[in-house]
């Protein structure tokens, strides 16, 4: 009943005086809502990257090359043929081009694909079908259009059977992708695909930038790119040597991505990131328990007569270590839980913007709340100390 009278007593003091209580708690308001929206935030930027990471396929291992390397087929083929951990790949020849349908007309990415390249990046249809192998060897004129060809080109009316007209060429559609959204920067429903034997006949060509390859195990990516890297480091180990000569710059002939690595490095700086900006907002909340102690001690000096009443009356020194104490946590909780509520809104305001799917993590809302209390609680140690020790007859004669 102590306990339950002297919290009783704290809410009283505490709320007695609105406008400083207010002004006090401000500053741990202003830091966990900072922590709670970073938090949030970067929780949100984290699995955006995962998405679009996820859209790229599953255990993908991709091959850029630069300079004056180029593949072929028959460079495919091989690496799939001497790298046991591949399960399949495709070249992958893009340009960007102007395609018509009727009177509309719209600029796309044109790229040159195998139909192994689909299911590699886990591609589905809205309607339609991907093309075959025999069409892929019989070099057809069809293709597959994105999502937003599909609506720039036929106002998302039923595509399949239809004529787009793109290098000159008629090519017949023969089914829609499903939106894949943006991914690495790159606009994945603004593409037509065709097969690369077509690509190799329209363009002239028989060279591709890229390749893509899928690992046959989850986990296998990492040592897929690293055999993949040893095998093409021989293939074009003097490629760019004329460069390097011609203008004195040494070029990478290739590079080689493996998703489970991007996606590591992705989290991994958005960890740190987000750790380094929550680091500085929690020191506000530093300045707001330094605050709270400012505010106490002057409680303890103004309320001298009124501890000394209490000790003359049989409170003990617990008792007023308790009150004060209580008081300090009631402004450190209150601050927290409205810091906890303005800095969700804020981080799903922000999320808005960039269209983010922002969630106030409970597990961050707990700790964010548990720290302001404990800021709080620590602050509020010395003056209540100091109010507890009072001399009862000195404190009545405070003035």
Known sequence: MMALETLRMSIRAVVSNRTRSLLTVLGIVIGVA????????????????TASMMSLGSNVVLVETRGYARLEMDDVQMLLDRVGTLKAGSPIYGTMTVAKAGT??????????????????????????????????????????????????????????????????????????????????????????????????????????????TAKEPGAGPAAADHVARILEEKFRNTNRQIEKTYGVQ??????????????????????????LSGIAGISLLVGGIGIMNIMLVSVTERTREIGIRKSIGARKVHILSQFL????????????????????????????????????????GVAFAFASAVGLFFGIYPAARAARMDPIRALRHE
């Not at 900072?34 to 990257?49: D, F």
């Not at 290739?254 to 700086?269: H, P, T, W």
């Open 34 to 49: 900072a922590v709670i929206a970073l938090v949030s935030l970067g929780q949100a930027a984290k699995s955006s990257i």
């Open 104 to 213: 509309n007309a719209s600029g796309i990415e044109l790229w040159g694909v195998s139909h192994d390249f689909f299911s590699i990046m886990t591609y589905a249809m809205t309607e339609g079908r991907f093309f075959t192998e025999e069409e892929l060897d019989g070099r057809q004129r069809v293709c597959i259009i994105g999502s937003q060809v599909h609506g720039d080109l036929f106002d998302d009316q039923p595509a399949s059977g239809e004529t787009v007209v793109f290098n000159g060429e008629q090519f017949t559609v023969l089914g829609v992708a499903e939106p894949k959204g943006s991914a690495m920067g790159m606009n994945n429903d603004n593409r037509i695909f065709i097969p690369y034997t077509t690509a190799e006949r329209v363009m002239h060509t028989k060279y591709y930038y890229n390749a893509i390859f």
């Open 251 to 276: 070029v990478d002939p290739f590079r080689v991505y493996c998703q489970d690595e991007m996606q590591a490095s992705f989290d991994s700086i958005t960890g740190v990131v987000t750790l380094l």
């Open 326 to 365: 209580f008081e300090a946590l009631i402004l450190s909780a209150a601050g927290g839980v409205t810091g906890i509520v303005l800095g969700g809104q804020l981080a799903k305001a922000i999320g808005a913007l960039g269209k983010l799917q922002v969630t106030v993590s409970p597990v961050a809302a």
